[in-house]
Structure formats: C-alpha cells, structure tokens
Antibody, heavy 119, light 110 residues
Framework: EVQLVQSGAEVKKPGESLKISCKDSGYSFTTYWIAWVRQMPGKGLEWMGI????????RYSPSFQGQVTISADKSVSTAYLQWSSLKASDTAVYFC????????????WGQGTLVTVSS | QSALTQPPSASGSPGQSVTISCTGTSSDVGGYNYVSWYQQHPGKAPKFMIY???KRPSGVPDRFSGSKSGNTASLTVSGLQAEDEADYYCTSYAGSNNLLFGGGTKLTVL
C-alpha cells in the first residue's frame, strides 16, 4: 500500500531556511510524480509543483516558481520542499501527494506538515 | 492564473442531494476531461473522490457522482449522511503540466 510520511511540524523565524520531507513507503518511488500542495490557515488548497524522482524532472506552478525548491533523493525514497528565506506568509500546512499524470489526480496524500513562521 | 470558482458553502438535510459547482474556462475545465474532486475533513489530509470528471476510485460510495457541462464541473452527493460534512475541492488540468484548484466548498449536513 502507498504511504507518504511527512516530517514533523516546524517553527521558524522570518529569514531562516527550511527543508521539509515526504518519505514514500510501499511503492516504487521512482515511477510516479510527487506533488506539493499548500494550505494556508483557514484557506483552500494550492498546487505548488511536482517532481519525478526517477530523473528529478521538476515543474512549478507559476505562483510558486522561484519561491521554493522541490527536490528528491531516490536513494532514500524521499521528496523535499525547501525555502532559503522564510516569510511570515509561508505559514501553512504543506501536503505531499502522489500525482498521476494520466488522470491529473492526487491519489495518495501525506499527513501534512505545519510550518509556522513567526518572529 | 486564477483558481477555479466554487461556491463557499452548500448544505442539505440527511438523505437529500446536494450539488457543488466548479467553474473554470475553456483553457482548463472546458478544455480537458481531467477534473477531480477531493473531500477534506477538518485537520485531515484531502481524500480523492472523483477523477476524469465522473469516475470513482475504488472505495468511494456511489452516492458521489461527477459531471461536466462546458466550463463547469459538478459534484453531486446523494443520500446525504452526517459524515459527508466536509470541505470539497475541485481540480482541473490546465495544460503544460499546470493544475488549478477550486477555492473549496464547505458542505454542511443540517
């Protein structure tokens, strides 16, 4: 069974860097795309981008291009989302999900990682 | 690009049917049959309910159905049950490996 396990909640200060993770267990990590989705407090879901761990091909939503970096390490079946300089507006829950390109669907989701950025 | 447009709220009594709309453009909803719907209970991860406009993954009750007309897709929940109370989001492929989410609809079971 597919299971995506995300890293724990983080509390950071503005300007700090951060890398959160999404580890796959149970399926072939290198043969599916992994997506990152943001949910700001009390708000809806926003697609941030996708990565194909097999060759690290990465596509970003225009809204997030240049704001975050998506990467993957297939040796540990883990995808990452990172920021070089956090802002208060990055406070949100971040979900990873398996993305099926043939149907444009997120079929399995991680449990979410809460990132809080506050001075 | 703009998110897809969903009504902020919808409601119905147990046993009734309710329909949630998702309006886009000819560049997304109207241009592709790649509309999906997700259910999200408070504090939980979204759950995949409908794909390719009207297909249900295994395990999703047939009370949930999807359709599309022009630039508007719809999710219908029939025979409403208390556990259907949740937020619902639509997504649509928008070309060039781009994907749009709707703003979400809070479904209340009265």
């Amino acid at each position: 069974e597919v299971q995506l396990v995300q890293s724990g909640a983080e509390v950071k200060k503005p300007g700090e860097s951060l890398k959160i993770s999404c580890k796959d267990s149970g399926y072939s990590f290198t043969t599916y795309w992994i997506a990152w989705v943001r949910q700001m407090p009390g708000k809806g879901l926003e697609w941030m981008g996708i990565i194909y761990p097999g060759d690290s091909d990465t596509r970003y939503s225009p809204s997030f291009q240049g704001q975050v970096t998506i990467s993957a390490d297939k040796s540990v079946s883990t995808a990452y989302l990172q920021w070089s300089s956090l802002k208060a507006s990055d406070t949100a829950v971040y979900f990873c999900a398996r993305y099926i390109t043939t149907t444009a669907t997120f079929d399995y989701w991680g449990q979410g990682t809460l990132v809080t950025v506050s001075s | 690009q703009s998110a897809l447009t969903q009504p902020p709220s919808a409601s119905g009594s147990p046993g009734q049917s309710v329909t949630i709309s998702c309006t886009g453009t000819s560049s997304d909803v109207g241009g592709y049959n790649y509309v999906s719907w997700y259910q999200q209970h408070p504090g939980k991860a979204p759950k995949f309910m409908i794909y390719e406009v009207s297909k249900r993954p295994s395990g999703v009750p047939d009370r949930f159905s999807g359709s599309k007309s022009g630039n508007t897709a719809s999710l219908t929940v029939s025979g409403l049950q208390a556990e259907d109370e949740a937020d619902y989001y639509c997504t649509s492929y928008a070309g060039s490996n781009n994907l749009l989410f709707g703003g979400g609809t809070k479904l209340t079971v009265l």
